[in-house]
């Protein structure tokens, strides 16, 4: 999986995900499910993230520095403790 660059998971029931994501992963759509919590790292190579419409309630995870699309909409966040990347 070292080469994997897109892994898309949307659309499931998932609850939680502690898998390790590789180092190349450049885009991660994790969007619809169920997931109440996010604690793994992302990769510094990832450039779009969508973990929207899940559960979360806190977000507490580093985003990446080159990261260029991100998305957390429809959750139900109630706390963010996560400085944004510099534009």
């Keep these: 999986l070292n ?13 939680k995900w502690t898998v390790k ?3 190349n992963l450049r885009k991660l759509d994790i969007r619809h499910n169920r997931l109440k919590e996010w604690t793994v790292e992302l ?3 990832l450039r779009k993230f969508d973990i929207s419409h899940n559960s979360l309630k806190e977000w507490i995870v580093k985003l990446p520095d080159n990261l260029d699309y991100f998305s957390i909409s ?12 510099e534009i």
Excluded: A, C, E
């Excluded at 994997?4 to 029931?13: A, M, T, W």
């Excluded at 429809?74 to 990347?85: A, E, G, M």
């Design 43 to 45: 990769p510094n190579n």
């Design 3 to 15: 080469n994997l660059k897109y892994f898309g998971i949307h659309g499931n029931r998932l609850t």
């Design 74 to 85: 429809d959750n139900q966040l109630t706390k963010w403790i996560v400085k944004l990347p």
């Design 21 to 23: 994501l590789p180092n």
